[in-house]
Each structure stands twice: as structure tokens, then as C-alpha cells.
């Protein structure tokens, strides 16, 4: 479905207080990163914040800023995903849930941003008010949240509106940048049931977040970055126990430190501390 | 793909800008009184390859008038701006002390504010009866509303920063946080700041001049250039009213175009 | 009730920077070291004994303590009265009234052409950011933001002309002809080249800053995210960056009257356009104080009017000040 081959990306940043203050440097934010995630997946991308997921993810939409420097493959379907082809599929088969509620118009109200959305996958004007109209529903947005502006929402309401305009789009991948974010328990549950729904129907879902225990339960398989690197990738039923079968510190440190999982230093095994803990 | 580098531009302008500057300043030297000398056989006379831009109606050479009129205004226009910048810095700093104050320096605010400058300009000019200094002083004073502002802004938002009152609560001194947290933040706006006064001052320099209300018409300010040549704009003269105000458009662009890399790059 | 009571707030807040106009420009008339008799004089200042001079400041109170002098101008004020004009020997009130009425129509027709162009211009410039098109617009904003207003207005009278001759070359009719006698085509005419110069120079302003509301916009998490489902520059600009560069751009050109009006003073002193810029100039260089100040406080009120209804305009269209209002 989708295979990303020794993808690397830097950005231009200038050093503060140093003599040479006008040369510009690059930093290395996505590490040789190789994956493939295949149909009807959830691939979970964990890591701390900086580890460059959401980079990762506008890579693949293609929404990097202009300055960026890109080397690497991104295949789509046995296709190389360049530029042009990124242009051509975004909204109708690559969609993204943006990790910012500042990603919704406040000058628009919710439900013709929604309908904006749908037009924009390549609906009909009334069918993409009726599309909106479903998608709402479905993420259980009343009519007044419906005609509210972007202020008026919760931020609840608001992340469950991107995660419908992600939904109009009928997209066969779906990137969901840390869509469980201010939810309440309940909540988060609905949107990750979605996502796992998404996959049952045969798409693909790259759901990025920090927290390996919202990862854990729907995912297929998880990939843990750590600072631009990929760590490894494993399947998701390898996080059990002490997590003996994952090859590598880091992510067995992940996993054990999630607070059902008494957390020693000693239970990680000797020959897998490659990356220190700290 | 060669791509820009925005700070390596700014650095290229401003040491190209200073060198201008430095010419400019050092062309005042070279000419001596060349500006004011009359030539009676060289009344008027077009652009040719012995008077490079033409002369005036005194037979005076226009390019020295031009050259003598640019440092002027750059003179009147970087003392009015460094003048504006440090009212500006002051006031607001002063409406910080407290909410009584605050209220008198955003009425006087919006006060100068709502009278437009070159009004203003000339009330102030009137008030100082003209002169070199009272167009520095006017320009000063009518121009520092607008930085004033943002300053403001700036500081109560400083004031309020976790930071700042961590770090009265530590027990630091006033002293130590205006230079240490304060001043590193405040010190970029009004470089910003003075460069972007600067090109406004100059403009408005010329303008007050042009009206009659400035420099005296003794002196080759490019607004007195500019005041003569209409005087004889019917006769077909073009060249007095072209150079002296294409001159005073470069280099106000120049200063524009700098401080936009500036800000840029920063 | 509640924007009642914000429009009386405004109200009271306009009344007092009217007051400190008033303050601050009779204190700069009072320190002028030019005396108010030999101003009222003008050249026949040599004529005049010390008696009858003294008379004279008697008679308009200029022998009088400036604090004196203020109360009075100020109930003058308050009444209606904004005093007499020397140099057009007529009530101050008039010269406005006479004047403004010329004016408005340069002023009017040039602030609406400037902002809807400008507006337009920054909004094509920002959504086509890096092409021929918007490097074209920003060298056009960044130059003519950078003219002298006056020097447009002499290329402008050197070319039309003198050098072409298509349009006149001064005043608002032609010369030796009375105001009620001259058509509106011939009007028009003369008032041609004077609003084009102006709206040329207040294009700039406004395109800049719309097209720099632009950049940021195309740059913001709402156009990534409108990327991100498929859009265009051309839609995002259509949608999204209409609505956010249009609120700046209403503020911006309330605010920039000032600046315009001060351009017209330019503009009308080059084209001998007889309006009130005009007479600010002569008031100004005669020193006939009753108009100076009549007109640094009718100005003032015409600037701090449009700046209001800027304000009130946006908390009418932007969604988000209704809540933030309360």
C-alpha cells in the first residue's frame, strides 16, 4: 500500500549567538526511515515529542515546507508518490487529521467547513452537504455545534470535527496526527473505534501519538521513533509481559514504563540496551 | 537548486547600505561648496556630459545639490528616527509603571495619532518657527505614536510573563531584569523600529520642506530642489523636478528594502 | 444595551482626544515665536503704529494670558464659533465647509479605488506568492511606498501635462472661469490626474499589508489543513483568504484617512487644486491660526470618525469580537 524506502528530511535553522549567526545549518529530522504499511492496517507511529511523527506524516501528504531538503522513496500503491502525485491524491485518497485545532477556519462555521471538505474530494455541492451532514451526525455533532464558529467549540467537538472532515473524504489512507488529544475517555474510545472501523473496511490508518497505550489496543503494528530515527517496528501483540520479544531497549522501556507495568531498569535485558534510558 | 538565504542577504545589504552611507557622507567633504556655486554661462543648462544632471536656474549644478540634499536628509532622517525611537522606548516604559500613567500615554496616543502627520508637522514646524532643528524635532515628535505602541504592548506582555515574575520572586533586582530579561527582548523591536521610522521621516522631511514649512530654502534640501523645479515644470525644465526626487526614491527604497531583510533574517 | 453603552464609550473617548487635540495645538500656536499681530497684519505690518498695534491685540484678545485665550477660544468652540480667517476674510466654519466640499471628492474617489485595488492586488499577490504576477505587484507596492507623494504628483504634471498635454495642469476649472460655470466633464478633468496620483499612492499601503495577511495565512495550520483535503492555492485564497485578509484590510483603510489626507495636501498644493489641503498650506504659511487650528481639529475628528467605524465594522463581521465583547 504504501512503502517508505530510506526516507530522509532536513530543515534550515540558524544558530543563536555564535559568530557565523547568518550560515545557515540544516538539522537532520527524519533519520533513513524505511517502512512499509500495507491495506487495511492500523500502523501506530509512537514516539516522544520532537521524534519527528508529524513531520513524517505531512511527508507523506507532501505538505513539508519549501525549504525542507527530501531524499528518499515514498511508493503509493506500487506508484511513486512525488510531488504532482501527492497533489493529485490528497483529500481524495490520502486524507490527514491535523494534530492543531487551529487547523479549523474561525471565520467559517463548522458545517460548511465540513462541506468545504467533501467539495473538496471531489463531491457535487449537494452531496457534499448532505456527506457533511452524515459525518457530523455520525461524530454526534448537534445542530448547534453544527452552525457554531471554530471558538464556540469544545476542544472535544472541535477534534471530533476534523476527525469528520477527514471522513467526508473517503480517503483509502488515513493519517491521524494525535486525534485523541483533549478527548475524555469515552470520547477517545469513539474516535479510536473509528479509526479501527477505517481499517476493517479495508483502508489504511497511520494513527501517530505519544502514548502507547492508546496505540496498543487497535493497532496492527507499532513503529517507535525516537528523535528522527526509527527505533523498530514491531507487531503490537510483541508488547506483553516484560516485553522480552521487542528487540530493543528503547521501546521496551516505552512499554514498561506504562504504569501497569511495574518499571525496573534491571528487567530490561543486557544485550538490548542499545539506546540508553533516560 | 540554489535556494535564499535571508540572513546572508541582510548581512550583503547592510554592509553595502553602510558603504553607500559612508560615500555619501564623505562626498560632502570632496564637494566642498560646489552645491552653492553659480555658473552665469550655465543657466538651466539640460543634462550633457559637462553638467552631468543639468543646472538650475543659477547655473548651479544639480548632481552636488542632489548629493548635498541625500546627506541632509539622511542626517535630519536618522537624528529624527534614533530621537523618536528613544521617546518612544521612554514613554512606554513609563506607562508601565502604573495604570494612571498607562491611561495618559495611550490618550497622548491616540491624541497624536488622530490628527494626520502632516498636520501635525506643520503645527509643530509653525510652533518652532522652522529651521533645521525644529523639522528634527517634529519629525521626532509626530513619529514615535506607532512604536510606542507595539513597545507597550511588548512590555505589559513581558510584565506579565511567568518568567519575569519568577524571577522577582528569586529575589533578582529591578536592575537585573530590565537588563537581563527585558532589554534582549525590547532591543530588536526598536532597531526594527528605528529602521522603519527612518525611510517615514525622511519622506516627511521632504515633504514639510517642499510646503515651505522646513529646512530654509537656503539650504539644498532635496524638498527646496523639488519646490524650485516647480516653478519652472511648465517651461520644459524636467530635469530639476526628475533627479533630485529619483535620488531621494533610491535611497529611501534602499533603507526600505534593508530594514525588510532585517526583519527577515532576525 | 450592551453596544449602546460601547458606542457611548467611544463617544466619551473621541470627545477627549478632541479636547487634547485642541489642547496640544492651541499650546503650539501659543510657543510659536511668531507674533500674532504681525500674522494678522501680514504685509502691512510697516503701516501700523505701536498705538493702533496695541489696539489690535486688544481687539482679539492676543495681549491676553494663553490661558485666557484658551477658555475663550474654547467656549467659542463649544458654541459653534471656530473664529475668523485672515487670510480668506471669512468665519473659519466656511473655509472648512467650502473647501472640504472640493476635497471630499479627490479624498472620496481616491480612498475607494486605492483600497478596493490595493485590496485586490494584495490578495492576487499573496495567493500567486513567488511568481512573475506578485513580483510584479510587491516591486510596484515596495516602489510607490517608497515615492515622495509630491514628486509622483510633478512627474505626473511634467508628462500629462506639460510634455502630452491631455490634462490641465492646475486648479479645479479653468482659469478666469466661475465655480457655478464650469460643467462636470471639465470638472472631472481636472480632478483626473490629481485622484490618480493619490489612489496610486495609497494602492501600495494597502496591498502590502494584504498581501503580507495573505502569506501568513497560506502558511497557517487552516491552509495546510485545506491542502491537506485537496484544495488549491486558488480555493484556499478564495475561501479562506478572502475572509481573513479582508478584516485587516477594512481596518487599515479607516485608519490610513490621515495618511491620505496628507497626501492631498501634497497633491492639491502641486495641481493649485483649491481644496482644503490648500488652505492648510496657506494657513500654515501666513499663519492665520483661528484655521490652522479649526482645520488640525476638523481633521482629527474626520480621522477618529473613520477609525471608530472601522471598529465598529469589524466587531460587526468578525465572528469571534461578539464573544470576546462581553
Known amino acids: 500500500m504504501l512503502t517508505i524506502d530510506h526516507l530522509t528530511l532536513q530543515l534550515p535553522y540558524y544558530a543563536h549567538g555564535h559568530a557565523s549567526w547568518w550560515k545557515r545549518r540544516w538539522a537532520t529530522c527524519l533519520d533513513d526511515l524505511t517502512l512499509q504499511i500495507s491495506a487495511g492496517e492500523v500502523h501506530a507511529v509512537v514516539g516522544a515529542s520532537g521524534a519527528g511523527k508529524s513531520l513524517l506524516a505531512y511527508a507523506i501528504m507532501g505538505l513539508l515546507p519549501p525549504a525542507a531538503r527530501l531524499s528518499g522513496q515514498l511508493n503509493y500503491q506500487e506508484k511513486p508518490l512525488d510531488a504532482v502525485r501527492q497533489r493529485q491524491l490528497r483529500g481524495r485518497e490520502l486524507a490527514l487529521i491535523p494534530q492543531s485545532l487551529s487547523a479549523l477556519d474561525p471565520l467559517v462555521r463548522t458545517h460548511r467547513q465540513v462541506t468545504w471538505a467533501a467539495q473538496r474530494a471531489g463531491q457535487p455541492s449537494t452531496g457534499a452537504r448532505h456527506a457533511a451532514q452524515r459525518a457530523l451526525d455520525h461524530y454526534q455533532l448537534d445542530t448547534q455545534a453544527q452552525q457554531a464558529y471554530a471558538h464556540e467549540l469544545s476542544g472535544g467537538m472541535a477534534r471530533r470535527v476534523l476527525t469528520a472532515m477527514a471522513h467526508v473524504s473517503q480517503a483509502q489512507l488515513v493519517i491521524a496526527d494525535e486525534p485523541t488529544v483533549g478527548l475524555d475517555p469515552h470520547q477517545r474510545q469513539r474516535v479510536l473505534d473509528a479509526l479501527r472501523g477505517l481499517a476493517d473496511q479495508g483502508k489504511t490508518v497511520i494513527l501517530i501519538t505519544h502514548d502507547l497505550r492508546h496505540a496498543l489496543p487497535v493497532a496492527d503494528r507499532v513503529t517507535i521513533m525516537r528523535d528522527g530515527k526509527q527505533v523498530e517496528t514491531a507487531l503490537a501483540c510483541a508488547f506483553q509481559d516484560d516485553g522480552t520479544s521487542l528487540n530493543h531497549g528503547y521501546s521496551q522501556a516505552l512499554w514498561l514504563a506504562l504504569p501497569d507495568n511495574a518499571f525496573t531498569t534491571a528487567t530490561i535485558s543486557k544485550d538490548k540496551q542499545g539506546v540508553s534510558v533516560a | ?266 | 444595551m450592551r453596544v449602546i453603552r460601547r458606542i457611548a464609550k467611544r463617544l466619551v473617548r473621541l470627545a477627549l482626544v478632541l479636547l487634547c487635540v485642541a489642547l496640544v495645538s492651541f499650546g503650539l500656536m501659543m510657543v510659536s515665536p511668531i507674533d500674532p499681530v504681525d500674522a494678522y497684519l501680514g504685509p502691512q505690518m510697516a503701516q501700523v503704529s505701536p498705538e493702533q498695534r496695541a489696539l489690535i491685540a486688544q481687539r482679539w484678545g492676543f495681549d491676553e494670558p494663553a490661558v485666557v485665550q484658551f477658555g475663550h477660544w474654547l467656549r467659542q468652540l463649544v458654541s459653534g464659533d471656530l473664529g475668523w480667517s485672515h487670510v480668506y476674510n471669512q468665519p473659519v466654519s466656511e473655509v472648512i465647509a467650502q473647501r472640504f466640499q472640493r476635497s471630499v471628492m479627490l479624498l472620496g474617489s481616491a480612498w475607494l479605488l486605492s483600497a478596493l485595488l490595493g485590496f485586490s492586488l494584495g490578495v492576487v499577490a499573496g495567493a500567486k506568492e513567488g511568481t512573475k504576477l506578485d513580483k510584479a505587484i510587491s516591486t510596484y507596492a515596495f516602489i510607490t511606498a517608497s515615492t515622495p507623494a509630491f514628486w509622483l504628483a510633478i512627474l505626473a504634471v511634467l508628462l500629462f501635462s506639460v510634455t502630452l498635454g491631455w490634462t490641465p495642469t492646475c486648479c479645479a476649472g479653468p482659469v478666469g472661469v466661475l465655480n457655478q460655470d464650469v460643467t462636470l466633464v471639465t470638472r472631472l478633468h481636472h480632478l483626473l490626474l490629481p485622484v490618480a496620483t493619490l489612489a496610486l499612492l495609497g494602492i501600495a499601503n494597502i496591498t502590502l499589508h494584504t498581501r503580507a495577511r495573505m502569506l501568513e495565512l497560506m502558511r497557517s495550520d487552516i491552509a495546510t489543513h485545506a491542502f491537506a483535503q485537496g484544495a488549491s492555492r486558488i480555493d484556499v485564497a478564495w475561501r479562506h483568504g478572502l475572509r481573513h485578509a479582508s478584516l485587516p484590510a477594512i481596518t487599515l483603510a479607516f485608519a490610513s484617512l490621515g495618511e491620505l489626507f496628507g497626501g492631498s495636501i501634497l497633491i492639491e498644493h502641486v495641481f493649485a487644486y483649491p481644496g482644503l489641503g490648500q488652505a492648510t498650506v496657506a494657513a500654515g504659511l501666513r499663519s492665520d491660526v483661528p484655521l490652522l487650528l479649526g482645520i488640525a481639529l476638523f481633521t482629527a475628528l474626520f480621522v477618529s470618525l473613520g477609525n471608530m467605524l472601522a471598529d465598529t465594522l469589524y466587531g460587526v463581521i468578525d465572528p469571534r469580537i461578539k464573544v470576546e465583547g462581553t
Open chain 2, 1 to 266: 537548486m540554489r535556494q535564499p538565504q535571508p540572513r546572508l542577504r541582510a548581512a550583503i545589504s547592510l554592509v553595502v547600505t553602510g558603504l553607500l552611507v559612508i560615500g555619501l557622507i564623505a562626498s560632502q567633504w570632496l564637494l566642498g561648496d560646489t552645491p552653492q556655486q553659480m555658473q552665469f554661462e550655465a543657466r538651466l543648462a539640460p543634462p550633457s556630459v559637462d553638467h552631468w544632471l543639468g543646472t538650475d536656474a543659477l547655473g548651479r549644478e544639480l548632481w552636488a545639490r542632489t548629493l548635498a540634499g541625500l546627506a541632509l536628509s539622511f542626517w535630519v532622517g536618522s537624528l529624527a528616527a534614533i530621537l523618536s525611537t528613544l521617546i518612544a522606548l521612554s514613554l512606554a516604559a513609563l506607562a508601565t509603571l502604573s495604570s494612571r500613567l498607562d491611561a495618559l500615554v495611550s490618550l497622548l496616543i491616540d491624541t497624536l495619532l488622530s490628527v494626520p502627520h502632516l498636520i501635525l508637522l506643520m503645527l509643530i514646524a509653525f510652533a518652532l518657527g522652522g529651521g533645521t532643528q525644529a523639522v528634527i524635532i517634529a519629525v521626532a515628535v509626530t513619529h514615535w505614536p506607532s512604536l510606542a505602541r507595539v513597545l507597550r504592548a511588548e512590555l505589559w506582555q513581558l510584565r506579565q510573563a511567568p518568567y519575569v515574575r519568577m524571577s522577582r520572586a528569586f529575589g533578582k533586582s529591578r536592575w537585573f531584569v530590565l537588563h537581563g530579561h527585558l532589554l534582549p527582548h525590547l532591543l530588536p523591536h526598536c532597531l526594527v523600529g528605528a529602521l522603519l521610522l527612518f525611510p517615514h521621516a525622511i519622506l516627511h522631511e521632504a515633504a514639510l520642506t517642499f510646503l515651505g514649512f522646513g529646512l530654509s530654502p537656503s539650504q539644498p534640501a532635496i524638498g527646496v530642489l523639488l519646490a524650485d523645479a516647480m516653478r519652472y515644470l511648465s517651461g520644459g525644465y524636467w530635469w530639476l523636478g526628475v533627479f533630485p526626487g529619483l535620488a531621494l526614491l533610491l535611497m529611501v527604497l534602499g533603507f526600505e528594502r534593508l530594514s525588510r531583510q532585517l526583519r527577515r533574517a532576525l
